[in-house]
């Protein structure tokens, strides 16, 4: 006698469709954590190191800083960077203004020389002359020199002040400066005043 065999009707496929369905749900989720990271730069919160422009946002304190070269070397040999942080608020005096009188550099590394630098511009009506800037120190050591591009200014005309900074082992930490340059116009004497800031680490 034949024997019939007969096929077994399929189970589960309801339950296959409903795997499926947790597979591609999953995927979906992946996806969206990526995403967020990625939007957020990640779990160590980087934030773009900032060029001497200041054009760029800050680096955030604790995220290694990552500067350009300029290609020049200063005086002492070590190579000079563009200048990290920003420049911010104003200062006024004697008919100079400057815009972004105030540098927060943030972290700096040692053993690289930086310039803040500052525009002076003259909006008065008449000439302008400029004495010798002068560094006060409030925290830590060490000003360097300043460059100073021109010291008379007539109206309208600018001018560039730089101040180079660099810090090795030992002169390491916080460090607060106030930059002062005598402004004379006719009679009158006044004196602007500049500030920088840098916590210079490794």
């Not at 700096?108 to 310039?115: D, S, Y």
Request: aromatic letters at 6%; proline letters at 6%.
């Amino acid at each position: 006698m034949a024997t019939t065999m007969k096929k077994a009707p399929r189970k589960g496929s309801k339950s296959d469709l409903a795997v499926i369905g947790a597979v591609i749900a999953a995927i979906v989720f992946v996806a969206g954590i990526v995403g967020v990271l990625a939007t957020s730069g990640g779990s160590g919160g980087g934030s773009t190191a900032v060029g001497g422009s200041g054009e760029q946002a800050a680096a955030a304190e604790g995220d290694t800083v990552t500067l350009q070269p300029t290609g020049e070397t200063n005086a002492m040999g070590l190579p000079v960077y563009e200048t990290p942080g920003f420049a911010s608020g104003s200062a006024q005096a004697g008919g100079i203004t400057v815009q972004g009188a105030d540098w927060a550099m943030g972290r700096v590394p040692l053993n690289i020389a930086v310039r803040p630098f500052w525009t002076l511009t003259n909006t008065g009506s008449t000439p302008v002359s400029l004495g010798e800037p002068q560094a006060e120190v409030r925290k830590g050591c060490c000003p360097g020199p300043f460059a100073l591009g021109a010291s008379t200014l007539e109206p309208g005309e600018s001018t560039v002040l730089t101040f180079e900074l660099s810090m090795h082992e030992g002169m390491d930490g916080w460090h607060d400066m106030g930059v002062y340059v005598p402004v004379q116009g006719g009679d009158a004497k006044s004196m602007l005043e500049l500030n920088v800031t840098g916590d210079f680490r490794n």
